[in-house]
């Protein structure tokens, strides 16, 4: 907790500009719990519809499967973006931009969003991991399994096809979503507290969220860290790009590591 507010401690100390309107939040976070269990439920019936078209093995699952899996990321993607959306017309001013900070993409979003990507996945989570290694046996080995998993699905084209999902994707709906609707619902929760607690909360639990979506608990640590550092990003210049950057660079540099094994 005392390095998580370290991340967030000047995140509020800067004078008011009109970015802090995408900042005060919408009351929409039944609808971005319900968008997240839909995305779910259609990421479920996508993948059986694919596997049944495709005629494939009673064994195949998203995580062993690229069929499987890029109608596993179809499916839950349609749920979050059909709630950023929803919440954004009912429950906001129709416009991504004033209620989720979706702006234009500035040089300054490639220069501090690319460069925090890199250092997270290259600097902090080896760092974040260090003290565990002596307790968990081959733990760099284990915490590159599932992304060793995914990209070893796809071959030539598919290989392609999986980079731009992870890469480009990713990225733009799991910021829309967990920095955009999410961070934002949750600060509109807190409203009642200073600007600074209510913050502060938005991003741990938006985080810890973010961390947990991904179904891998030996990653959680590290996820949960970097989306608050992601959702830093968001409070302190309320936009999505440098984040969304920031998150291109941090699965691309997975995925450029990996791709000798192909």
């Given at each position: 907790?005392?390095?998580?507010?370290?991340?967030?401690?000047?995140?509020?100390?800067?004078?008011?500009?009109?970015?802090?309107?995408?900042?005060?939040?919408?009351?929409?976070?039944?609808?971005?719990?319900?968008?997240?269990?839909?995305?779910?439920?259609?990421?479920?019936?996508?993948?059986?519809?694919?596997?049944?078209?495709?005629?494939a093995p009673a064994t195949a699952t998203p995580s062993n499967s690229f069929g499987a899996l890029i109608a596993n990321l179809?499916?839950?993607?349609?749920?979050?973006?059909?709630?950023?959306?929803?919440?954004?017309?009912?429950?906001?001013?129709?416009?991504?931009?004033?209620?989720?900070?979706?702006?234009?993409?500035?040089?300054?979003?490639?220069?501090?969003?690319?460069p925090v990507g890199v250092l997270g996945q290259l600097v902090i989570i080896?760092?974040?991991?260090?003290?565990?290694?002596?307790?968990?046996?081959?733990?760099?080995?284990?915490?590159?399994?599932?992304?060793?998993?995914?990209?070893?699905?796809?071959?030539?084209?598919?290989?392609?096809?999986?980079?731009?999902?992870?890469?480009?994707?990713?990225?733009?709906?799991?910021?829309?979503?967990?920095?955009?609707?999410?961070?934002?619902?949750?600060?509109?929760?807190?409203?009642?507290?200073?600007?600074?607690?209510?913050?502060?909360?938005?991003?741990?639990?938006?985080?810890?969220?973010?961390?947990?979506?991904?179904?891998?608990?030996?990653?959680?640590?590290?996820?949960?860290?970097?989306?608050?550092?992601?959702?830093?990003?968001?409070?302190?210049?309320?936009?999505?790009?440098?984040?969304?950057?920031?998150?291109?660079?941090?699965?691309?540099?997975?995925?450029?590591?990996?791709?000798?094994?192909?």
């Amino acid at each position: 907790m005392v390095a998580a507010r370290a991340i967030l401690v000047k995140v509020n100390q800067w004078e008011p500009t009109p970015h802090q309107d995408s900042l005060r939040g919408i009351n929409a976070l039944s609808v971005a719990v319900v968008g997240f269990l839909v995305g779910y439920l259609l990421a479920t019936i996508y993948v059986l519809v694919e596997l049944t078209l495709t005629n494939a093995p009673a064994t195949a699952t998203p995580s062993n499967s690229f069929g499987a899996l890029i109608a596993n990321l179809l499916g839950l993607w349609t749920g979050l973006l059909a709630a950023v959306i929803y919440a954004s017309k009912k429950r906001g001013t129709g416009s991504l931009k004033l209620d989720f900070g979706l702006k234009g993409i500035m040089l300054q979003d490639l220069v501090i969003g690319i460069p925090v990507g890199v250092l997270g996945q290259l600097v902090i989570i080896p760092i974040l991991y260090y003290p565990f290694e002596h307790f968990v046996p081959n733990l760099s080995q284990k915490l590159s399994q599932p992304a060793q998993t995914i990209t070893g699905l796809g071959h030539g084209g598919g290989f392609l096809v999986l980079a731009l999902f992870l890469a480009v994707g990713a990225p733009i709906v799991e910021e829309l979503y967990f920095r955009g609707l999410l961070l934002g619902s949750l600060k509109h929760r807190f409203s009642r507290l200073p600007e600074s607690a209510s913050s502060f909360l938005a991003a741990i639990i938006s985080s810890v969220l973010f961390g947990l979506a991904h179904g891998e608990p030996l990653q959680l640590l590290g996820l949960a860290f970097f989306g608050l550092i992601l959702a830093a990003l968001r409070l302190k210049f309320g936009r999505l790009g440098p984040g969304m950057f920031a998150h291109g660079a941090f699965n691309a540099v997975t995925l450029i590591a990996l791709i000798k094994i192909h």
